[in-house]
């Protein structure tokens, strides 16, 4: 399919000097627009993410790896998620489910104490000696 939508439209830029549309090649094949966009798609040719963006033939080009940001993988982020897992295994399992709940979470000091069934000062002392503890570790 792909194939006879690159004819169809290699024969209007012929014929008539212009680009053949989507809508065009999908009504000469008797087939949806989307149908032609993906064949049109399947048979692109990689490009690789170390090749350049830009064609300056100089040492100073920019890569399209460069160009991709991907804020769950960076890292700085892997190393801080590294460290993280490693301080939770220190402490015991009060101090591990409260700083869980509270962090990763996102609850308040209130809903943790109603649902563990302490009080909001007993949540906030645990905390406070569980960031204590991981920052003894990590000093």
């Known amino acids: 399919m792909a194939y006879r939508a ?3 439209r290699d ?8 680009e053949a549309s989507v809508e065009e090649i999908a009504k000469e ?7 032609i966009v993906m064949c049109l798609d399947a048979i ?7 090749e350049p963006s830009n064609n300056d033939n100089s040492d100073n080009n920019i890569y399209l790896i460069d160009q991709i940001s991907d ?10 998620n590294i460290t993280l897992a490693e301080a939770m295994k220190k402490l015991n399992a009060k101090e591990k489910n409260i700083i869980s709940k509270r962090f ?9 104490a109603e649902e563990l069934g302490i009080s909001q000062a ?11 503890h991981i920052k003894r570790i990590y000093k």
């Open 29 to 35: 094949l008797n087939v949806d627009r989307e149908e």
């Open 71 to 80: 804020k769950k993988a960076l890292d700085e982020n892997w190393a801080i």
């Open 11 to 18: 024969r209007i830029s012929r014929e008539e000097s212009r």
């Open 122 to 132: 007993q949540v906030s002392r645990i905390e406070k000696n569980a960031i204590n």
């Open 104 to 112: 990763f979470e996102g609850r308040t000091q209130m809903e943790v």
């Open 6 to 8: 690159i004819m169809i």
């Open 44 to 50: 692109q040719e990689p490009v690789s993410l170390q």
